[in-house]
């Protein structure tokens, strides 16, 4: 069985995902990095260079990030391009990683529903957190100004769209989430043993 954790930039997602790792021994398959992961990988390195050019990796064979920005973010087609090579990768290492192991896993990712990645979800934990707070750690964690982190927002689903599929909803803003995610997880391997 999978769990899907998903929610806004600054939710807490991470930390959720720690904490299923720490309190369950629950694996988690982080999206972000494992795509970061591939891209460097022989395999879409050569379909995005063919995409985007051959200055999309700098001399070193790393991501040159400003000009992937400026491609994915100049043109909406551009996004769906890199989104069409990256996502499908993306998944399929998923499972491939899934296999190896037993029980339940879990899947981070801020674009869940919008890479189709609900698919390989059977129950869906979407995080929240307040607005202030969430453009608050994010300016921490990233060294952002408030506007760069707003835009960031405002380009995702809201927490609305995303409660259409949870199973869970986690408002991590320092309130104790523990007791419910713990029910919820227990519940979730009694199904699984059966």
């Known amino acids: 069985m999978t769990i899907g954790i998903t929610g806004g930039i600054g939710s807490g ?12 021994q629950i694996p988690v398959y982080d999206c ?9 990988g022989s395999a879409l390195r050569r379909k995005i260079t063919a995409l ?12 040159n990030r400003a000009r992937m920005a400026a491609y994915v973010f100049g043109d909406e087609s551009h996004t769906a391009a890199i989104n069409a090579i990256v996502h499908p990768a993306v998944k399929a290492d998923f499972r491939r990683w899934a296999a190896r192991h037993e029980g339940l896993v879990a899947i981070e990712s801020a674009i869940l ?26 300016i921490r964690r990233d060294n952002s100004t408030e506007e760069q982190v707003r835009s960031r927002i405002a380009r ?12 869970l909803v986690i408002v991590n803003d320092g309130s104790d989430f523990s007791s419910q995610l ?13």
């Open 13 to 24: 997602k991470s930390y959720i995902s720690q904490w299923l790792t720490s309190h369950f």
């Open 32 to 40: 972000d990095r494992e795509a970061q992961l591939l891209m460097h």
């Open 52 to 63: 985007v050019g051959e200055d999309a990796y700098d001399a070193d064979g790393r991501l």
């Open 113 to 138: 529903i919008e890479a189709h990645f609900l698919e390989v979800a059977d129950k869906v934990i979407v995080v929240e957190a307040p607005l202030p707070l969430r453009i608050e750690r994010v």
């Open 156 to 167: 995702q689903l809201s927490d609305e769209e995303r409660r259409r599929v949870a199973d």
């Open 182 to 194: 713990s029910f919820f997880i227990d519940t979730l391997l009694g199904q699984s043993t059966h």
